[in-house]
């Protein structure tokens, strides 16, 4: 008779823990407060720090407390915290959300250095020196800006109204980030405040603005365009612009040019272009556009007697001046005005851009 065997496989699966007060480890002073010091780097999921550890308040995370938690997906901190130390949160690489509470009145930029999934860093309602807005970091009260999350994925960010600092670091490592504008009313940009954003392409930055730290664009490789509302700002001893694109711009006004050297200087590592802006004095609109064979005429209404560059481009990027019939257009008495473009131009996106008189 045949022999039967049966093969019995014990199989060990291995369940994630969800993270909780067990992973950290503290210190109590002899004041009575506790000093997280470390939390364990196989915590996963969601972690509530909670007010008090060993029946004693927790005020503070120390020195990269969380450092290489890469699992954590959340930390909430109860109130009561008030510090966070340098690299508290650094290469938590998982990390999606963080929530601090109104009483924090100490953290460094660094404290969330490499955090590449971090989408936003927020504040309980009631702070009087932190404060978040739309998941952004701000400090004084919302003076400063203070940490962007370099987990997101927008393109662009015009900073709002009312800032008047850029901390140091505060947008160090988002490289999702292509264009931002500063506003006017912002007087100070710290060290390495945009420091390798490497998609970044474009900075506007206001007449208000006096002075800029060492590296604040250090290794934003694609940076060409800096455009200078004002004249020129004092910067520290090593380059600002240290390692961007390649024959990169400062835009500048021709009444403040002199600040820069003057057009075609160079001034920390800028080429200087002069291009004053145009303030449009009439409503600028298309009213038409006939195309015959491939070729465009296209009619539009703008100020009266005035002149306009045609510009276009196969992108909504790097706009250059077209050959077009004419190339300048001058509009009539009452504002309107037509052009040709022939039917062999590349040509996707046009702007018709009013002249200086």
Known sequence: MKKQTLLILALSIAYAEAASEADLTWETSAGGTVTIINCDTAASGDLVVPATLGGNPVVSAATNAFSGCTQLTSITFAEGLTTLGNGAFLSCTGLTTINLPSSLNSVSTSSFSQCRGLQDINVAPGGTNFISTNGILYKDAGLTFFRYPIGRTATSLDIPDGVTAIAGSAFRD????????????????????????????????????????????????????????????????????????????????????????????????????????????????????????????????????????????????????????????????????????????????????????
């Open 174 to 357: 988002a490289t999702q980030l292509i264009e931002v504008s500063v506003p006017e009313g912002v007087t100070s940009i710290g060290i390495s405040a945009f420091s390798e954003m490497t998609s970044l392409n474009r900075v506007t930055l206001p007449a208000s603005l006096t002075s800029i730290g060492i590296s604040a664009f250090y290794k934003c490789s694609s940076l060409d365009t800096v455009v200078f509302a004002g004249s020129a700002p004092s910067v520290g001893s090593s380059p600002t612009f240290l390692l961007i694109a390649p024959n990169a711009e400062a835009v500048v006004t021709s009444a403040n040019a002199a600040s820069f050297g003057g057009e075609g200087a160079t001034w920390n590592n800028l080429l200087v272009t002069v291009n004053d802006p145009v303030t449009p004095t009439g409503d600028l609109k298309v009213t038409s556009i006939v195309t015959t064979g491939g070729a465009s005429t296209i009619a539009f209404s703008g100020s009266p007697s005035t002149t306009y560059l045609v510009k276009s481009s196969t992108t909504l990027q790097g706009f250059a001046a077209v050959t077009t019939t004419p190339l300048t257009v001058v509009t009539d008495a009452s504002g309107v005005a037509t052009f040709d473009v022939d039917a062999s131009a590349p040509k996707n996106f046009f702007i018709i851009e009013e002249q200086a008189p």
